[in-house]
């Protein structure tokens, strides 16, 4: 594979189905005006971008997915920017709505079936997700709450199978997405720096709450302006020293999980560049079987720390 068809690649594998809300069209995704024309001039051996500038073309709505017209290429695209507040990620969104909907199905199934007899293997398998949250949490949190357990279980599994989207065939879905009609598609919503983000912005909203609740808001006021020199003159030092603790909790949790998947799907991506299937086959079934564990382990740690937090915003000292 040439050098700019390995960066085509790359760049395709890595974009997201963005929807821009300012006039509901696809980013760096346009229709031909003459879709025949368009692929009679892909045939002859031309690129994309001069046949798109012969036959003509318009920009891709929202509307138009599905019905096979919009292709992901774009003549006049310009570098996008790190952040955007009038995009959305419709794949990122569309993935975790769905993971999560798949999670609350599974255990309310388990659920229900728990009276009827001889428990199934896929029972014995949730009880024992249910049993590890259940312990790491009594284990760390100390205090009573009808919420921790629940969140944890949830985190958990959410982002474990969030993570576990990696392991599909790199171009199994964004193939199909394709003959759908749908340009691009990015199948890992943990890869995604917009979903991780969310979470951890979720989970220090919640150290907030947690203590408010234990230690009330004067309580929390003097907690970062008091610690660690307890003495009014440095009020202005502890509020730093404390702020840039505080802030750098989300910030950690959701670039950890970002980060790690990102570079997980990178490496698939790369090993899919390879110019024999052998070789990728041979590359691909390790890092695979090694890849569970970064997938378990990093949904882990995002709960672990998650209870940490909760935990030390619910002393009392």
Not at 287 to 300: D, E, G, K, R, Y
Request: glycine residues 6%; contains cysteine; charged residues 15%.
């Amino acid at each position: 594979m040439s050098e700019s068809h390995s960066q085509e690649y790359i760049s395709h594998h890595l974009h997201f189905l963005q929807v821009d809300l300012r006039d509901f069209s696809i980013v760096d995704s346009v229709k031909p005006n003459d879709l025949a024309g368009f692929e009679s001039c892909l045939s002859s051996g031309e690129e994309a971008h001069q046949c798109l500038q012969k036959v003509g073309f318009e920009q891709c709505k929202f509307s138009d997915l599905g019905h096979g017209t919009c292709i992901g290429v774009h003549p006049e695209a310009k570098e996008s920017q790190i952040v955007n507040p009038y995009t959305l990620n419709l794949d990122s969104l569309g993935f975790t709505v769905i993971l999560g909907c798949i999670f609350i199905f599974l255990f309310r199934y388990a659920a229900k079936k728990t009276t009827s007899g001889v428990p199934t293997k896929l029972q014995c398998f949730l009880e024992m997700i249910f049993e590890f949250v259940h312990n790491t949490v009594t284990g760390i949190f100390k205090r009573k709450s009808e919420l921790i357990a629940p969140l944890s279980l949830t985190v958990f599994m959410w982002i474990f199978l969030m993570n576990l989207m990696d392991l599909l065939p790199i171009d199994l879905l964004p193939e199909a997405a394709k003959a759908l009609g749908v340009p691009y598609l990015r199948v890992v919503p943990s890869a995604d720096a917009n979903i991780t983000l969310s979470m951890a912005v979720g989970v220090f909203f919640l150290i907030f709450a947690f203590s408010f609740k234990n230690v009330g808001v004067m309580g929390f006021l003097k907690s970062i302006t008091m610690h660690p020199f307890n003495h009014w003159a440095f009020i202005p030092v502890n509020f730093v020293l404390e702020g840039v603790s505080l802030l750098s909790k989300p910030i950690s949790l959701g670039l950890r999980l970002f980060g790690n998947m990102y570079a997980g799907e990178m490496i698939f991506i790369l090993i899919a560049l390879l110019p024999l299937w052998w070789i990728q086959w041979v590359l691909n079934v390790p890092w695979a079987l090694f890849h569970i564990l970064i997938v378990t382990l990093q949904a882990f740690i995002f709960m672990v720390l998650t209870i940490v937090y909760l935990s030390m915003a619910s002393e009392e000292e």
